[in-house]
């Protein structure tokens, strides 16, 4: 009901409402459970006792069955019991003492016996949810149960985390093999590649020694004497041809560059 927002006039008759009609039905019934008395053989102040025994009780075991009920404790349902009993009782002694009074009914042997009847009821049934086990013993119970669960759920959760952690180590394991697998096969590549380096290295060495090879066979083939030129230009000046550096060069099968090289060697020492 604190989630419900009510006007302030809705909670004035919801919070004293309630014991204003319980306090004016058990003041109304109180007439009418006494004359039941009266009829009954009590004199005196004895006959006040009567709505005690009569419209309390009802309200006292209405009150204990809920409790209990909701505790889930034994003796509820005797209690409901009482309760429902009490509640015709104290509506049949209204009915009874009105009818009584205004003349449509006369008093019984059987009505008297019912109504002197009505205290040792009720002490019975007071004694009866009295003696029945409260709520702090089911209580305990529900402790001991309670208890006996957890150590439950502890055993339980205690297999599954030493599952769980052999799992993690196995799994750990497989980690840690196939680490050490991908370390090896990473050496291995390492080694092949310092291998295929080497060999690369020695490919270009050799590369290189072979460009240098032609290059010194080239350039001790063009190294030619300085007598072999100078009769190459006197046979050429006899046959009547153009002495120049490219015809030489034809001539001594150089490069045109040599060619000329040697025609100014030639010139200078003439």
């Given at each position: 009901?604190?989630?419900?927002h ?5 909670r004035?008759?919801f ?18 459970e006494?004359?039941?008395a ?8 004895t006959?006040?006792?009567?709505p ?14 809920d409790i ?8 509820h ?5 009482g ?18 009074d205004?003349g ?12 002197s ?12 949810m009295a003696a029945m086990p409260?709520?702090?013993v089911?209580?305990?119970e ?16 205690a ?16 980690i ?5 697998e991908?370390?090896a ?12 380096a080497?060999?690369?290295t ?6 290189e020694?072979?460009?240098q ?6 350039a001790?083939?063009k ?17 009547g041809e153009k002495i120049t550096?490219?015809?030489?060069a034809?001539r001594?099968?150089c490069s045109p ?9 030639v010139q200078?020492?003439?």
């Amino acid at each position: 009901m604190s989630s419900i927002h009510m006007p302030w006039y809705a909670r004035v008759v919801f919070t004293a409402g309630r014991p204003l009609v319980l306090v004016a039905a058990l003041v109304m019934s109180v007439p009418g459970e006494i004359r039941m008395a009266e009829l009954a053989g009590w004199h005196g102040w004895t006959t006040w006792l009567m709505p005690v025994c009569v419209s309390a009780y009802a309200a006292c075991a209405a009150v204990i069955s809920d409790i209990r009920r909701r505790a889930k404790a034994p003796g509820h349902v005797t209690a409901t019991i009482g309760a429902g009993a009490a509640l015709g009782l104290a509506l049949s002694a209204q009915v009874v003492a009105h009818l009584i009074d205004r003349g449509y009914m006369a008093t019984s042997a059987i009505l008297v016996a019912a109504v002197s009847a009505v205290p040792p009821l009720v002490v019975a049934h007071m004694l009866h949810m009295a003696a029945m086990p409260t709520a702090e013993v089911t209580a305990a119970e529900q402790m001991r149960e309670l208890e006996g669960a957890a150590t439950y759920l502890a055993g339980e959760l205690a297999e599954v985390l030493d599952l769980a952690g052999r799992e993690l180590v196995a799994k750990s394991h497989g980690i840690v093999n196939a680490y050490e697998e991908l370390s090896a096969a990473a050496d291995e590549l390492a080694a092949e590649a310092d291998e295929i380096a080497d060999e690369l290295t020695s490919d270009l060495v050799e590369a290189e020694k072979a460009e240098q090879e032609p290059r010194r066979k080239s350039a001790a083939r063009k190294a030619v004497p300085l007598a072999v030129v100078k009769n190459t230009v006197a046979a050429m000046q006899v046959a009547g041809e153009k002495i120049t550096g490219s015809t030489l060069a034809e001539r001594l099968g150089c490069s045109p560059r040599s060619g000329y090289r040697y025609l100014s060697e030639v010139q200078q020492a003439a």
